[in-house]
């Protein structure tokens, strides 16, 4: 009973005849996954404590995020830029790769990663003997043996997985970066011969490893870009790479985690789309207002509005001001439908009455939180090493004096200026000792709050 799934299948859009338009939700058996969270806590202790997993894997990780994630890759891609470089990029896309989780090839892998017989045996057990049945409206299929993949909706599946693929990037001569099953390949160039071969060979030994652990690349949906400085890109050229025979589609946006990635990092597209969103829930706001309270108004605000504009805000805030001021002239419009006000009112006033912080403070806000948090060991190495602080201290100690941040490397371009780890410095060292010398995380959040909130300033 306890490895019987129950598939339950949610309809995504298009044909309803199409099998490809639902997404297969998995009902595991509650006991099981109290179970599995025992082991799965130990699990995670041993790869963390051995440094056994890629520091470049970000998902499924204590202290990691996609947002985390974008920071690394977006930072990398930005120094490059700045010192002049072309980037090449290939954005991998595996078909159900958590459905083709090889059970004897994982088994084997615990073993080279010292994983005891006794363990072993154990996940063996796990794995084997697993059955799925469907339920459609009022009707059940006959259960269905699973011979491979992880199992969807447990606790233990995506960390099987993170081991399954932890040595995809052994053999690479690129760069990478990964999260679950997203994986970024990336390297630089002063040309795009130069790209072009880099990547080819890289491409290549993924399409090695993909055979060897029986995964597969969709070269349908895995895509390329060229990222460089808005004078670079007027003379990009198409890359030309391929998996086996197949021609991959070179692109100049991408959609990445969430954010909407384009060659010359201007993030005018991802700001479309968060306008747009923002814009479409804004009057759905406005035709159901007279039939909430302030009180719930706010909620729906904060709930449905509020976090599009904040997802992963540290890494393209960078914006030019004019995009940024887009978002802005939406939250003061939601403000004015939230206090019933008209939108001539004055935007201090509004943001004072609904005690919201700007945009701009409220990247002030996300950013300020990482760096306490990196002080403190609650961020990924790949963070911490983009944060050089002024005096030579050692992060995790709570007495420690959290005092400047300095700059290790001095901007060439404007686009060095525009990354987390330029950014982080100049808001870090703004704020008052005070504040930073905070060790508690909420009481750091309450002082930050505060200490924004009195800083308000009017918006244009």
């Keep these: ?118 363990s072993c045996d154990l996940f063996s057990s796990y794995l084997r003997n697993r059955f799925q049945f469907i339920k459609a409206e009022n009707t059940t299929s006959t259960c269905k043996s699973i011979i491979a993949g992880v199992p969807q909706g447990s606790i233990l599946g995506p960390l099987l997985f993170l081991i399954y693929v932890n040595d995809l990037s052994l053999d690479l001569t690129c760069d990478s970066a990964m999260y679950a099953d997203d994986t970024t390949l990336h390297t630089v160039g002063t040309n795009i011969q130069t790209l072009q071969n880099k990547l080819q060979t890289n491409l290549s030994i993924v399409n090695d490893w993909c055979q060897t652990n029986n995964m597969i690349i969709n070269p349908l949906k895995t895509t390329c870009m060229v990222l460089g400085s808005k004078r670079k890109a007027q003379n990009m050229t198409d890359l030309k790479l391929k998996i086996s025979d197949t021609v991959i589609k070179t692109v100049n946006c991408q959609k990445l985690l969430g954010l909407y990635i384009d060659n010359t990092l201007s993030w005018k597209l991802h700001i479309n789309s968060v306008c747009s969103k923002m814009s479409s829930r804004m009057f759905l706001l406005q035709k159901i207002k007279p039939y909430l309270t302030l009180k719930m108004r706010k909620l729906f605000y904060n709930g449905y509005i509020s976090p599009i504009s904040d997802y992963a805000c540290v890494t393209w805030s960078s914006a030019a001001k004019t995009e940024i001021n887009r978002i802005v002239k939406i939250q003061k419009r939601c403000g004015a439908h939230i206090l019933n006000k008209k939108y001539s009112t004055n935007s201090k006033t509004l943001f004072n009455n609904l005690k919201w912080l700007t945009f701009e403070q409220r990247n002030h806000y996300f950013t300020s939180v990482i760096v306490f948090k990196a002080f403190h060991n609650q961020t990924p190495t790949y963070i911490r090493d983009l944060l050089t602080p002024s005096q030579n201290i050692h992060y995790n100690l709570r007495s420690c004096e959290k005092g400047d941040l300095k700059l290790v490397r001095i901007p060439k371009t404007n686009y060095f200026k525009q990354s987390f780890e330029f950014s982080s410095k100049t808001i870090w060292n703004s704020l008052p000792q005070s504040i930073r010398q905070t060790n508690n995380l909420i009481t750091f959040k309450k002082k930050l709050k505060a200490y924004l909130s009195s800083t308000l300033y009017e918006i244009n």
């Design 1 to 118: 009973m306890l490895k019987i799934a129950n598939v339950i299948p949610l309809y995504k859009g298009g044909s309803v005849e199409d099998p490809n338009n639902y997404r297969p939700i998995s009902l595991l058996p509650t006991i099981s996954k109290i179970f599995e969270k025992h082991i799965a806590k130990q699990l995670h202790i041993y790869l963390e404590s051995t440094g056994l997993l890629n520091k470049t894997q970000s998902g499924f990780r204590k202290y990691h995020s996609c947002q985390t994630a974008l920071i690394n890759i977006v930072d990398s891609w930005l120094k490059q830029i700045d010192n002049g470089n072309l980037v090449g990029t290939i954005f991998l896309d595996f078909k159900k790769a958590f459905d083709l989780v090889d059970h004897r090839v994982l088994l084997h892998k615990l073993k080279l990663y010292h994983f005891n017989d006794s």
